[in-house]
């Protein structure tokens, strides 16, 4: 297996936003579970956990299914990731 790219030491951008997201809708890891999975994506509790503490990467369409469940835009799920990018 390859090793993983990752962006000034993160594998993702995104999984902060996700956990602001899903606490502020107070749904809880199992509950994001469940929603994703309605929606087609299954998902295990333990890949919530490390996408929300960038140890693991986020496809393309579990972007997608995330702004569905969590009810956002994607521009809210990208909002304040610029400072992944400065040096």
Do not use: W
Not at 31 to 58: H, P, S, W
């Amino acid at each position: 297996m390859g090793t993983i790219r990752k962006l000034n030491n993160n594998v993702n951008i995104v999984g902060s936003n996700i956990k602001k997201f899903r606490e502020q809708k107070e749904l809880s890891q199992p509950d994001l579970c469940r929603k994703m999975q309605l929606i087609g994506v299954d998902m295990f509790i333990a890949d919530i956990y490390e996408i929300e503490n960038n140890k693991r990467l986020v496809k393309d369409f579990e972007i997608k299914a995330f702004c569905m469940a969590l009810d956002i835009t994607f521009e809210e799920l990208f909002n304040d990731t610029d400072q992944f990018f400065e040096h």
